[in-house]
Antibody
Framework: EVQLVESGGGLIQPGGSLRLSCAASGFTVSSNYMSWVRQAPGKGLECVSV???????YYADSVRGRFTISRDNSKNTLYLQMNSLRAEDTSVYYC????????????WGQGTTVTVSS | SYELTQPLSVSVALGQTARITCGGNNIGSKDVHWYQQKPGQAPVLVIYRDNNRPSGIPERLSGSNSGNTATLTISRAQAGDEADYYC?????????FGGGTKLTVL
């Protein structure tokens, strides 16, 4: 079964760090475009980071310099290292797969909640 | 940066046809994807590459894309179609989402 399972969310103080994980099954992470998409409470979807099959990475302006996307091919897992967290980073974070830019994001995880608050 | 504009809300009577638009500069030259999101759930891809349905998505959902507007059409609307809908394109190495449209089935 093709599946993504996120973990690592939680309550963190401003300025703190968290690492989100997204374990994939049924397909190979490194052969796809993998994205982290977040959704603040009551708001829409925002793509914050993408790692392409060739290793190229993209970051939204709002997180560039603070977040790092990576993957572990041996574990078939995607990561998002989040540093210097701010209140405005509070969101549900989803990982999602796209086999190409023409295919859409066809597999999503269930989401993990990050709350940044003192 | 590229922007996509969606109406905040659309209402449709049960059994009628709903149309949700997604506006963007020359969006007709891009592949548009549509997602359905119900409360407390992850988004689900319902249309990809303008007018293609993933397996399991009913034929009642269809898409079109031309000029500066893409449209998601939901025919014979059902109570289960009530959800938020997002359009998305890829631009400048990232996925760009519209602001989302809340579909209400009356």
């Amino acid at each position: 079964e093709v599946q993504l399972v996120e973990s690592g969310g939680g309550l963190i103080q401003p300025g703190g760090s968290l690492r989100l994980s997204c374990a994939a099954s049924g397909f190979t992470v490194s052969s796809n475009y993998m994205s982290w998409v977040r959704q603040a409470p009551g708001k829409g979807l925002e793509c914050v980071s993408v790692i392409y099959s060739g290793g190229y990475t993209y970051y939204a302006d709002s997180v560039r310099g603070r977040f790092t996307i990576s993957r572990d091919n041996s574990k078939n897992t995607l990561y998002l290292q989040m540093n210097s967290l701010r209140a405005e980073d509070t969101s549900v974070y989803y990982c999602a797969r796209a086999s190409s830019t023409s295919s859409g994001m066809d597999v999503w995880g269930q989401g993990t909640t990050v709350t940044v608050s003192s | 940066s590229y922007e996509l504009t969606q109406p905040l809300s659309v209402s449709v009577a049960l059994g009628q046809t709903a149309r949700i638009t997604c506006g963007g500069n020359n969006i007709g030259s891009k592949d548009v994807h549509w997602y359905q999101q119900k409360p407390g759930q992850a988004p689900v891809l319902v249309i990809y590459r303008d007018n293609n349905r993933p397996s399991g998505i009913p034929e009642r959902l269809s898409g079109s894309n031309s000029g500066n507007t893409a449209t998601l059409t939901i025919s014979r609307a059902q109570a289960g179609d009530e959800a938020d809908y997002y359009c998305q394109v890829w631009d400048s190495s990232t996925g760009v989402f519209g602001g989302g449209t809340k579909l209400t089935v009356l």
